[in-house]
């Protein structure tokens, strides 16, 4: 056996200090995003129709489709729902919950991606094999935010 030098030994206990609460960092920092994405999982938006106010889960909703003055939320549930209000609007209040606009008819929960179809400008898929048509001027931003997605 080596004689022990208290000096290395001291820096030996420090460096593997040092790893350990990397790690631990790194650990607490993948907890925190976990747990702040279950959070806006369970989150809930408020849509408002002629004859009903109805509380839609942000996880439930594929994508929302504009028709001039209205806004109409197809949901996983398979249902559908209109109401007199722009499309804008649910852009903005949408674009923090993993909600991109990808045409000016069309909004899009990045979630229920399937795969981007190259062809005619652009098609993403999402579950269902529902296509939406992605404008010419917002294909490099999506292809963009796949790129951090996969990162």
Do not use: W
């Not at 594929?62 to 499309?87: A, G, P, R, W």
């Amino acid at each position: 056996l080596k004689p022990l030098d208290p000096d290395e030994l001291v820096q030996s206990i420090e460096k593997a200090e040092n790893v350990i609460q990397k790690d631990f960092n790194t650990q607490l920092n993948n907890l925190k995003e976990h747990l702040s994405v279950e959070d806006k999982t369970n989150k809930k938006i408020i849509i408002k129709t002629f004859d009903n106010i109805h509380l839609v889960p942000i996880k439930e909703i594929l994508y929302c489709e504009s028709d001039n003055s209205y806004t109409s939320f197809h949901l996983t549930t398979d249902q559908k729902i209109m109401v007199s209000s722009s499309l804008k609007d649910y852009d903005e209040m949408l674009a923090d919950d993993g909600f991109f606009r990808v045409h000016k008819t069309y909004l899009i929960n990045l979630r229920y991606i399937r795969r981007f179809e190259k062809a005619e400008g652009g098609t993403v898929v999402l579950d269902g094999e529902i296509k939406i048509p992605v404008a010419s001027r917002k294909r490099e931003q999506l292809l963009e935010l796949f790129e951090r997605i996969s990162n």
